[in-house]
């Protein structure tokens, strides 16, 4: 009996985050970065190094505690996060500080959704969702990175939450937190959804195609 000569292709695929880090980028670069999702996903491979982060800040927000949970989280991580909790931490606390009286907002429910763009699924993913004491929503995602997100991935990614929203919070608003400064961005006014419609798909179909060359 002989062992099969190829495996099942891999089918190409994004999440939200590493989409819009692609449109992040420009020439080779582009090539390089799908390559590396195409591995890390046939490998299965990725550490979240953020999660007890994330659980602390929907921690404060579920139980109206204003930071309590984000000031004791970076002891409770593994040493080799502690640097990366505490350049977190101050920025999370002056956004939620800035959601007014902890007892007027609420953690919201979200769910993910998957999101076509041409042939390309990206997974849409928010961290959680925030519901005020007024009815208002907001879907929230939060950015990470030292750099603050560009004007690009913004866009991006604000504008594929608000596509899916039905499906992830109702009635929400989307919001990027950008968790170092403690910077919240919504969608322009000026944003013309047609336009970035039509930017993300052709993003998408070469994202497909650098997938395809990258096997």
């Known amino acids: 009996m002989t062992a099969p000569t190829s495996a099942t292709p891999l089918t ?14 420009t020439g080779p670069t582009k090539a390089t970065f799908v390559g590396g999702l195409r591995r890390q996903r ?17 921690a404060d927000v579920a139980f109206h505690t204003g930071g309590t949970h984000l ?8 040493p080799r996060w502690r640097p990366l909790y505490q350049a977190l931490v101050p920025g999370a606390t002056a956004w939620l500080e800035s959601l007014g ?7 919201a429910q979200t769910r993910d ?4 763009l041409g042939d390309l699924p990206v997974k849409i993913n928010p961290h ?6 007024d009815g208002r929503a907001e879907a929230v995602r939060l950015h990470f990175d030292e750099a603050p997100p560009s004007g690009e991935a913004t866009l991006a990614t604000l504008h594929l939450m608000a596509r899916h929203m039905d499906a992830v919070l109702p009635h929400a608003e989307p919001v990027l937190v950008d968790v170092r400064r403690g910077v919240a961005h919504r ?3 000026d944003a013309r959804p047609e336009q970035v419609e039509q930017w993300l798909a052709g993003e ?6 650098i997938w395809s060359t990258a096997a």
Not at 113 to 116: H, S, Y
Not at 204 to 209: I, Y
């Open 204 to 209: 998408a179909a070469a994202f497909r195609a």
């Open 42 to 58: 046939a490998s299965r491979s990725g550490f979240n190094p953020h999660g007890q982060f994330v659980k602390a800040l929907k």
């Open 128 to 133: 959680f969702g925030v519901r005020y004491a």
């Open 12 to 25: 190409p695929y994004a999440t939200l985050l590493g989409f819009t880090r692609y449109v992040d980028r």
């Open 113 to 116: 959704a998957l999101a076509m």
């Open 101 to 107: 009286d902890p007892a007027g907002v609420d953690l």
């Open 71 to 78: 000031a004791q989280v970076a002891d409770l991580v593994k």
């Open 187 to 189: 969608t322009p006014a």
